[in-house]
């Protein structure tokens, strides 16, 4: 039994919160990712009092679920928006400029899960709102543990210069943040972790938010039904591949 059992993913709002409440414990980040559901946590208080105010009339009516636990249940929102921005895992497009650098001798070298808590760190330095929070970053770390949530790295000799974090589900590998260092190394992180999903059985790279930059590496909106269709689909996923790799593989 999960607290999301009773929640109605494909009926919920594409462009609101399906849920709130609950909490981020690797238990419950699971199951939401399970389900097609991702956190964002209020920043503070206020964030908090905007939530409640503005999606109260949804909860009300039933459209958007309240879960059990937690002192604020505005406190923590769950989206799942319809469509869903999607990519093929080896097909992030890199654009011809960057795949020049990247074939004549980039001093990049990539990796994954060697530096997800430093990834983590990086992704959450700066951002405004903040929504990466120090609980929810606690439950990743648990998730990664368990070798479900998984991180991307590119290095320049031993300087992390770009990563992004994600977690897997079945042959969905949904990205949820990205930093960069170094112009575009953002980019290679999602396509080398891409590959690397592909590499091991992996059919679809979930982008979550729609927008300019994440239409750039390929993301095409995919109807949430045929999202939530793919997300339970029975395909053997194998382990991910962390080995040291050239990013000139890529090109």
């Not at 991180?151 to 320049?156: F, L």
């Amino acid at each position: 039994m999960s607290v999301f059992d009773g929640v109605d993913v494909r009926g919920g709002p594409g462009d609101g919160p399906v849920a709130f409440g609950a909490g981020l414990g690797a238990r419950e980040l699971l199951a939401a990712y399970r389900r097609g559901l991702f956190p964002m946590p209020a920043a503070d208080e206020y964030a908090s009092a905007y939530n409640e105010a503005r999606y109260e009339p949804a909860v009300g009516t039933g459209e958007s679920s309240l879960l059990p636990g937690g002192d604020d249940p505005y406190a923590l929102a769950w989206w799942s928006p319809d469509p869903r921005p999607v990519l093929p895992p080896g097909g992030v497009r890199l654009g011809s400029r960057l795949a020049r650098r990247l074939r004549h001798r980039s001093p990049w070298w990539t990796s994954a899960d060697r530096a997800f808590g430093e990834v983590l760190d990086r992704c959450a330095e700066g951002r405004q709102p903040v929504w990466l929070t120090e609980e929810l970053r606690g439950g990743l770390a648990r998730l990664h543990a368990l070798g479900v949530a998984h991180s991307g790295e590119v290095w320049e000799g031993e300087e992390l210069v770009g990563g992004v974090f994600g977690v897997a589900v079945g042959p969905v590998l949904s990205l949820d943040s990205m930093f960069h260092r170094r112009p575009d190394a953002a980019r290679v992180a999602v396509a080398d972790l891409g590959a690397r999903f592909a590499a091991a059985g992996g059919r679809l790279l979930d982008a979550q938010w729609d927008g300019p930059h994440i239409r750039s590496l390929g993301a095409e909106p995919m109807p949430r039904a045929r999202y939530l269709a793919e997300l339970a689909a029975e395909v053997p996923v194998g382990p991910l591949s962390g080995e040291a790799l050239p990013v000139a593989r890529l090109v």
